[in-house]
């Protein structure tokens, strides 16, 4: 099955600066990859995918990276802010496939 | 549009116990699925159904039952708890995508400890 690795497990950056995690996959199959922000006592909400057939995507701060030669995909956040603290998950999924795996998380801390 | 709910928010349970965590959702979400958060392990999938009487195992399903009786309702049953069920449970549905994954929306989860 698919194995997914996510790296820093922590971050801490100085606000303002950029934040970036990653990831990296296993199955070649896979082709969408989606990012989750945690923050604490809630649910994980999607902030951002990709699918294989595009290898950037940006909306405001944030933008997704995917190499699918390497098989590995990024999150950068720019301009940090306190309320960017939280904790980052990426995933990834099989066409036409329901079944996300994700990575153990990154917590990041954005330091005022 | 409440979308997806989950009760109770935090359950204590003894050894042998056995629950429902309860999940529903008002999007007509064809998919649904489970899934457990434990320190460190990020998010394991422990059953899903892409409809109504249809369910299937994920990654770690051994412990808990699931039936899909409606498209709103996908509640998650521990027969006999044990305190290696001790997590944190959210749920997450997904709309009918035409052959791509599509975006899964969480609950806000039920926190359980199991002494």
Redesign the interface.
């Known amino acids: 099955?698919e194995n997914v690795e996510?790296h820093p497990?922590t971050l801490s950056v100085q606000e303002g600066d950029s934040a970036v995690i990653k990831c990296t996959y296993s199955d070649s199959a896979s082709?969408?990859f989606?990012w989750?922000k945690q923050e604490l006592?809630?649910?994980?909400?999607?902030i951002i995918?990709i699918?294989s057939n595009v290898g950037e995507k940006k909306d405001q701060r944030i933008a997704v990276t995917l190499n699918k030669t390497a098989k590995h995909f990024s999150l950068h956040i720019t301009e940090t802010q306190p309320e960017d603290s939280a904790v980052y998950?990426c995933a990834a999924?099989?066409?036409?496939?329901?079944?996300?795996?994700?990575?153990?998380?990154t917590k990041l801390s954005v330091i005022p | 549009n409440a979308g997806v709910t989950q009760t109770p928010k935090f359950q204590v349970l003894k050894t042998g116990q056995s629950m429902t965590l309860q999940c529903a959702q008002d999007m007509n979400h064809e998919y649904m699925s489970w899934y457990r958060q434990d320190p460190g392990m990020g998010l394991r999938l422990i059953h899903y159904s892409v409809g109504a009487g249809i369910t299937d195992q994920g990654e770690v399903p051994n412990g808990y039952n699931v039936s899909r009786s409606t498209t709103e309702d996908f509640p998650l049953r521990l027969l006999s708890a044990a305190p290696s069920q001790t997590s944190v449970y959210f749920c997450a549905s997904s709309p009918p995508t035409s052959g791509d994954t599509d975006t899964q929306y969480f609950g806000p989860g039920t926190r359980l400890t199991v002494l």
Not at chain 1, 93 to 105: E, P
């Open positions: 099955g996510q497990s082709n969408y989606p989750y006592g809630k649910g994980p909400q999607l995918d699918r998950f999924s099989g066409a036409g496939s329901y079944q996300l795996t994700f990575g153990k998380g």
